[in-house]
């Protein structure tokens, strides 16, 4: 499912964004979500005018990229579902979504679309998004409706929604019943992280960063020797003992011990 809610960046009335986000139905999983401008609409009385034209002469006339973050958005639903022949997308009845889904998923695309009109209410086939914005609106101060939280540029809202996207994802359950989170559920985690283990894995130290499965805190590279591939290893090489027979290391002992072991 795909929705797009709007926000804003520096100034509520002159600098709107619009985020969409792309997400899996049935594990809640969030696999996109990524703001663009767009022109401010809505009606215009004559002090918005003003700040309007105020920014445009500070700034230039604000594009509308919609159409085109949408795209990126489908894009990158489109390279996790690959070798699915058949792929359910559904929308709100906006009339760009049709010719967006068609250009990036081709053939494969079943696209079903549903009145944004229709009461926000369970039995509504757009809920999962629509209570997944809600819960982001909640979480995320920076989407928050008259709050002094904002974002002052957008790069610094895509920013904290990857952060959110991770937690979300690999640390948060689906639902307050659950103990699996979306990517457990999705398959692409065999465990519920923790957020040190998230926190942990630096992109910019590549193999040399801790790897996110390991609960010993092994370096990427080491964890992917031991334990051959990232993508072919179950929850028992993770845990406990690899299939190379490795047994598990001790857990990390606290900061003051390791500084005594240090200095001794």
């Given amino acids: 499912q795909m929705d797009e809610l709007e926000t804003y960046e520096g100034r509520r009335n002159t600098r709107p964004l619009t985020l969409p986000i792309l997400i899996e139905r049935k594990t809640r999983l969030i696999l996109a ?7 401010p609409s809505g009606t215009k009385p004559k002090r918005r005018l003003k700040a309007i034209q105020g920014d445009e002469q500070r700034f230039g006339r604000r ?25 359910l997308l559904e929308t709100d009845e906006k009339a760009t979504y049709p010719g967006l889904a068609r250009s990036v998923f081709g053939d494969r695309l ?15 086939p757009l809920f999962p998004i629509n209570h997944t914005e809600a819960v982001l609106r ?18 610094y809202l895509n920013s904290h929604l990857q952060i959110y996207l991770a937690f979300r994802n690999l640390v948060q ?23 040190w283990q998230v926190l942990s894995w630096r992109q910019d130290f590549g ?20 334990t051959g591939s990232c993508h072919n290893t179950g929850r028992r090489q993770f845990r406990g003992t ?3 027979g490795v047994a598990r290391t001790a857990r990390p002992r606290h900061w003051r011990e390791r500084r005594a072991a240090s200095q001794s």
């Fill in 33 to 39: 979500a990524r703001s663009a401008p767009i022109r």
């Fill in 63 to 87: 594009p509308s990229r919609s159409k085109a973050v949408v795209r990126h958005v489908l894009r990158t639903g489109a390279n996790l579902c690959q070798d699915l022949q058949s792929v």
């Fill in 110 to 124: 079943i696209h079903l679309q549903t009145s944004s009109k229709l009461p926000r209410k369970t039995w509504n």
């Fill in 138 to 155: 909640d979480l995320t101060g920076r989407l928050r409706r008259e709050s002094w939280l904002v974002s002052k540029r957008r790069w």
């Fill in 173 to 195: 359950p689906r639902f307050n019943r659950d103990d699996q989170t979306p990517a457990q559920l999705a398959g692409w985690v065999p465990r519920r992280l923790r957020p």
């Fill in 207 to 226: 193999r040399r960063s801790g790897y996110p499965l390991s609960i010993v805190g092994k370096p990427w590279a080491e964890a992917l020797e031991a």
């Fill in 242 to 244: 690899t299939s190379q």
